[in-house]
């Protein structure tokens, strides 16, 4: 498998990387339900009414993005690439404007790692005219998006340690 991402903004997550794409994007339509809901509901219809747990949702989406690397073993492949860096979500039928230059592509056979790297570069990076971090922080900040790392790291999906390697 290859997982494929847009690392970027999420407005319920906080930001979206390689989980995200690994748990919401593989879940069925009941399944993101259930994720949505940390485990209240598998009902879509019933999914609006039963979003009240933010650190739940998160921890669900690790657990389910754990579920499908049981299930492929060592054979995935996980990618993130930093373009077009919105707080929002491409899934947003209306997103914000890029804030963030391009930063150019991420890869690792650790999606935890992977996530890491990438919100490490965000929040190391200096703000400047037109390539602006502060936005995409302050919505990870505001809905303990990091949660989702370290808990993916404490359920053993993978490390937040990682050597980066740059590649020209």
Not at 35 to 59: C, K, P, Y
Not at 89 to 105: F, K, N, T
Request: aromatic share 8%.
């Amino acid at each position: 498998m290859i997982n494929l991402a847009h690392f970027k903004g999420h407005a319920m997550a906080g930001f979206g990387g390689v989980i995200k794409n690994q748990s919401i994007g593989v879940a069925s339509a009941n399944g993101k339900a259930y994720i949505h809901s940390a485990g209240r509901t598998q009902e879509v219809g019933e999914l609006w009414s039963n979003v009240d747990d933010q650190d739940g949702f998160l921890e669900s989406m690790a657990a389910a993005a754990q579920g499908v690397a049981d299930y492929f073993g060592d054979k995935i492949l996980y990618i993130n690439v930093m373009n077009n860096i919105s707080v929002d979500c491409d899934c947003d039928s209306h997103p914000a404007d890029p804030e963030m230059l391009d930063v150019g592509i991420f890869a690792s056979t650790d999606p935890v790692a992977l996530d890491q790297a990438c919100l490490d570069y965000v929040y190391n990076m200096k703000p400047e005219e037109g390539n602006d971090n502060r936005p995409l922080i302050e919505r990870i900040e505001s809905r303990n998006g990091r949660h989702t790392v370290e808990y993916a790291e404490k359920i053993g999906l993978g490390t937040r340690d990682y050597e980066l390697v740059e590649i020209d």
